[in-house]
């Protein structure tokens, strides 16, 4: 369906990101903490899924170089 646009450092920071997020906003109130939670689920989604909406529209890869057969 999508085409995986992230590396595998890139996806491990966002799913450590995303967790962060989601605790930290678990200790606050208000929009504040709807906005970290819903970032935090952003991140971890993108970083199991290995695409973001972003890069794709921007035409960027973490992917590093396609392997050459033979």
């Known amino acids: ?6 590396g595998w450092l890139d996806r491990v920071i966002r799913l450590v990101l995303g967790i962060v997020l989601i605790i ?3 200790y606050l109130s208000g929009a504040l903490k709807i906005v970290l939670i819903i970032l935090g689920i952003i991140g971890i989604i993108t970083g199991l899924t290995g695409f973001c909406g972003l890069y794709a529209l921007f ?3 973490t992917c590093g170089l396609p392997k050459k057969k033979g």
């Open 1 to 6: 369906m999508f085409k995986v646009n992230e």
């Open 24 to 26: 930290i906003g678990l």
């Open 59 to 61: 035409g960027i890869n």
